[in-house]
């Protein structure tokens, strides 16, 4: 993506009720809203990208002019040397599509005879789309509902299917939508290691837009956070924790009651601590030397255990909202 950039028009109107209304059928007063602006990013073939954001931040505007369905207002988009938009069947063919809330899959036939359809829309040959539902019935486990209908499986069920038909014709790039809303602890495993594997398996890239930030942290190599149309943040999840954590929780489980108070004021940073009979709580910033603290504790008391707690992915994404000043704030 070069300076991409998207315009949307809406009425406006000073009165409200009905009076608005006719208002606006006799004069439209139309506004100007900048749903993007200017984004500029490359993906890399193999690449798992969590693309974040909070609502209305410009999220499925982006992914619509990604997959064609969209024109930009200006600026440049190619996915697979195609330009979406202008080459939409061609485009087609190089991706799939994954949203949580809806399927590809037809409603009343059985599983199998969607993908038999599929398999002629985008003209998979016989081998192929053998080895790939072998291949995927294996791995997300749909042997048992395989031949019953969409409108009869569950969620989780259906949300196995529609992610082997998003990845039925071997598509070089896959946006997946809140792939695993709804899911239960065993559905979200199972689907998170269907696409770690499909990923390693066939350097398939992967965009990933999702408010769960588990998904996120055991998914995805690089986060590009946008807000308001703008991108705010692009990089390592590691290197956002850097930017962004504010402080660290440390826990210790002592051999015996605290029987005195740790004196801190040697130390330069502000640290806060919590005394509960065989426990002590330190709440630090991010930037003190955490071996330091440790040996400090150690040489006051008996120590049996240590609990490090990071500030959690979730906090660290709203601080970033926080940061750029969207009020709008939701995980």
């Known amino acids: 993506m070069k300076n991409l950039q998207k315009d949307f028009y809406v009425n406006e109107s000073k009165e409200m009720g009905v009076k608005g209304i006719l208002e606006n059928l006799i004069k439209k007063n139309r506004k100007k809203v900048k749903a993007v602006k200017n984004l500029s990013f490359e993906i890399a073939e193999g690449e798992i990208v969590g693309f974040l954001g909070p609502n209305g931040a410009g999220k499925s505007t982006t992914i619509k002019m990604m997959t064609g369905i969209l024109t930009p207002t200006r600026g440049e988009v190619k996915v697979c040397g195609v330009i979406p938009y202008q080459k939409r069947q061609q485009n087609a063919k190089n991706i799939g599509v994954v949203f949580g809330h809806r399927t590809q899959l037809w409603w009343d036939l059985p599983v199998k005879d969607s993908f038999l359809l599929l398999k002629k829309i985008y003209e998979i040959d016989d081998l192929t789309y053998k080895k790939n539902l072998s291949y995927f019935m294996e791995l997300l486990d749909m042997e048992s509902f395989i031949e019953r209908p969409i409108r009869q499986l569950s969620l989780g069920q259906r949300m196995r299917c529609d992610l082997a038909a998003a990845f039925l014709h071997n598509p070089s790039i896959v946006y997946l939508d809140e792939p695993t809303i709804g899911l239960d602890i065993t559905s979200k495993k199972k689907i998170r290691e269907f696409i770690c594997e499909v990923n390693k398996e066939r350097k398939s890239t992967i965009v990933l837009t999702t408010h769960d930030m588990s998904d996120i942290e055991q998914l995805a190599t690089r986060v590009i956070v946008i807000a308001n149309g703008d991108m705010i943040y692009d990089g390592t999840i590691e290197q956002l924790r850097r930017q962004y954590q504010n402080e660290r929780v440390l826990t210790f489980s002592l051999k015996e009651d605290i029987n005195k108070y740790l004196d801190l004021r040697e130390w330069k940073h502000k640290v806060t601590v919590n005394y509960t009979n065989d ?46 000043g969207n009020q709008y704030i939701s995980m």
């Open 279 to 324: 426990k002590l709580v330190i709440r630090m910033p991010v930037n003190t030397p955490i071996k330091q603290m440790i040996d400090w504790v150690t040489s006051q008391y008996v120590v049996k255990d240590i609990k490090i707690d990071e500030t959690s992915i979730e906090d660290i994404i709203e601080e970033v909202y926080k940061q750029c």
